[in-house]
């Protein structure tokens, strides 16, 4: 006689309590493994912390830290906005070429033997 196994039977009782359990066992699986990797303050590959950005819950906060509490759009605020606010841009000089003294003696030298 050829047993059976208890696995393959085909009760459906029996087949909705394995794959039930199957799932179970597969959600925890899944469970630890999100809390390995996103409950962690570091990083499992190079052991450095990670990066957790300060953001204002408090509406009030956010608002009495606004530079901008009429709420308006961007550009509307910055044109309505003292020219002291409006960052003014500075002219760009060319660079200032510093030469070697020697390279300077010989440039020199050239210049008197032309003329």
């Not at 760009?92 to 003696?105: G, H």
């Not at 440039?107 to 003329?115: E, P, Q, S, V």
């Amino acid at each position: 006689m050829v047993k059976e196994d208890p696995r393959r039977s085909t009760d459906r009782g029996s087949l909705i309590e394995r794959l039930a359990g199957s799932r179970a066992s597969i959600e925890e699986k899944l469970e630890k493994e999100r809390d390995r990797l996103y409950n962690t303050i570091h990083d499992p590959e190079t052991g450095q912390e990670l990066f957790i950005p300060k953001i204002l819950d408090n509406k009030k906060a956010l608002e009495q830290s606004s530079r901008n509490p009429s709420n308006k759009s961007i550009s509307d605020y910055l044109y309505e906005a003292p020219k002291s606010l409006v960052p003014k841009k500075k002219p760009e000089s060319p660079p200032k070429k510093s030469i070697p003294a020697r390279s300077q003696k010989l440039y020199d030298k050239l210049k008197t033997k032309r003329l």
